[in-house]
């Protein structure tokens, strides 16, 4: 896990919840009804092939909410993804001190100043020991 994985964490959470939003709002909106026809026999002999007028959605608005649905929901797993990563990453610490810092540093988003001070550091002690433990 790199620093800058760690800093995605905050937009990661924004991401998902707008895909969520756009998802959602991509299944509720209304696909135009256009008069198709198709082709079917009689249900008697001779049977002779007949065409009918039928309501269909747009086949074209459908194809492109199919494919806009795929990216949206592929896009929504690999944030899910990135989020449970992060996560179990700092969940991992062995250190329940040195976990708080990662936590409030990038979970929680605080700056290195504010994170030292919840701790009891420095602001330059939090970013040293951020440092140390990416190394690892």
């Known amino acids: 896990m790199t ?4 800093e995605e964490y905050r937009n990661t959470l924004k991401e998902i919840a707008d895909l969520e939003k756009r998802i959602q709002r ?3 909106k209304e696909i135009e009804t256009i008069v198709g026809t198709i082709q079917s026999s009689m249900k ?11 309501w269909i959605e747009n086949p074209e608005q459908v194809e492109t909410r199919v494919k806009l649905l795929e990216t949206y929901n592929t896009n929504l797993l690999n944030a899910q993804k990135k989020k449970l990563e992060i996560e ?5 610490i062995k250190s329940p001190s040195i976990r708080r810092i990662f936590r409030y540093r990038y979970i929680d988003g605080m700056s290195a100043a504010r994170t030292g001070k919840e701790v009891g550091y420095t602001h330059g002690r939090v970013s040293q020991i951020i440092s140390e433990e990416l190394k690892d």
């Open 3 to 6: 620093r800058k994985d760690l």
């Open 26 to 28: 991509e299944q509720n």
């Open 44 to 54: 008697n002999f001779p049977f002779l092939p007949t065409r009918e007028g039928v």
């Open 88 to 92: 179990t990453f700092i969940s991992n």
